[in-house]
């Protein structure tokens, strides 16, 4: 009776960690899918307004040297 009882919670047991690793698979797909596609997008938008800074920084240097030279 009690070998019964063992074998009962071990099968129980392994069906819940099997439960739990499902869970864990299904977070971390929506993750991937969903949180990384929005922190890239945000990182292509700094990276747009950084090289747009950037230019208008060497357009403003271009024009001090042109008025020292000149």
Do not use: C, P
Request: proline share 0%.
């Amino acid at each position: 009776m009690k070998k019964m009882d063992n074998e009962k919670n071990l099968h129980l047991e392994v069906e819940r960690i099997k439960g739990d690793i499902k869970l864990i698979q299904y977070s971390i797909k929506t993750i991937e899918k969903n949180h990384l596609a929005h922190i890239q997008k945000s990182i292509q938008n700094i990276n747009r307004i950084l090289w747009t800074v950037g230019f208008m920084i060497f357009g403003q240097l271009i024009i001090v040297i042109r008025d020292l030279l000149f």
